[in-house]
C-alpha cells in the first residue's frame, strides 16, 4: 500500500501536477490508523499513543517525499472528528497534536489541512486558536483551514436537509484570524458546488446576489 501510494505521487508528478493531497480526515484509511478506536493492531503500526498510530501515514508520506523529489508539494489533510461522531479528538491537547503531526512533518509533509466543522471555533479550551492555527504553531509548516465558510449550517445537516442560507458575518472572523497569521490558505466546498462565481461575487462586495446552498442544484453543478 505504501509503494502505491508513491507510485500514484510520481504519476501525478509526471502528467503535470503541482501536488498532492493524502486524505487523513474523515475515516479515510490513514485516519482509520490514527484513531485508537479502530486500530487495534499490535505491530509497529499500532500502540497506545498517538506517535505510533502515525507510523503508516509517515512511511507514505515518506515514500511520496522520495518518489517526487523535494520540489513537490504534499499536502496532508487531518480532522479531530468522524462522520456522524463530532465529539471524537484524536488529539486531547497541544501535546498530543505534536506527537501525532510531527512525525508527518518530518516525513516530508509541506502543507497541512486542517478540517473542522465550524473554522471559528477553538480547537482547545483557553486559547481562541482554531484547529489550523494550532497545527501551524506546532509544525511551522504553512495550513490550509476549512469549515462551513460562508455557511449557516454545518456538513452533515445539509446532506440530510439540502438547503442552507449564506452566511457572511463569520467571514469577518476568518480575515482577523488570517491576519493573525494562525493559516495560510482557505478551502472552500459547498459554497462553490452551489456558486461557482461565490469567492468573485465576495470580492467584489456582491453578497446579495450570492446563490444559497441547495443539495439538488450543487450536485446539478457538481455534474457539469
Aim: proline share 4%; aromatic share 12%.
Amino acid at each position: 500500500t505504501v509503494a502505491a501510494f508513491a507510485k500514484s505521487a510520481r504519476l501525478a508528478k509526471e502528467i503535470g501536477c503541482d501536488a498532492i493531497e493524502l486524505h487523513g480526515a474523515h475515516g479515510y484509511i490513514f485516519d482509520q490508523f490514527f484513531w485508537d478506536r479502530t486500530n487495534l493492531r499490535n505491530d509497529r503500526y499500532g500502540g497506545p499513543d498517538i506517535a505510533d498510530r502515525a507510523t503508516f501515514a509517515a512511511e507514505v508520506v515518506a515514500a511520496c517525499r522520495a518518489a517526487v523529489g523535494e520540489d513537490f508539494a504534499i499536502i496532508f489533510r487531518v480532522s479531530q472528528w468522524k462522520t456522524y461522531d463530532y465529539d471524537v479528538k484524536l488529539a486531547a491537547d497541544p501535546d498530543a497534536l505534536h506527537r501525532w503531526l510531527d512525525p508527518l512533518a518530518r516525513a516530508g509533509v509541506d502543507i497541512f489541512h486542517a478540517s473542522q466543522r465550524r473554522f471559528w471555533e477553538p480547537e482547545f479550551e483557553g486559547d481562541h486558536k482554531n484547529l489550523g492555527g494550532w497545527i501551524k504553531e506546532i509544525t511551522g509548516k504553512p495550513v490550509i483551514t476549512v469549515g462551513s465558510i460562508g455557511m449557516d449550517r454545518d456538513l452533515m445537516q445539509d446532506f440530510v436537509e439540502g438547503v442552507s442560507s449564506p452566511m457572511l458575518g463569520r467571514l469577518e472572523d476568518l480575515v482577523k484570524m488570517f491576519e493573525r497569521n494562525e493559516f495560510d490558505l482557505v478551502a472552500l466546498g459547498r459554497v462553490l458546488l452551489a456558486d461557482p462565481n461565490w469567492l468573485e461575487k465576495v470580492a467584489q462586495g456582491r453578497v446579495n446576489e450570492l446563490t444559497p446552498y441547495n443539495r439538488d442544484t450543487a450536485l446539478k453543478n457538481y455534474e457539469h
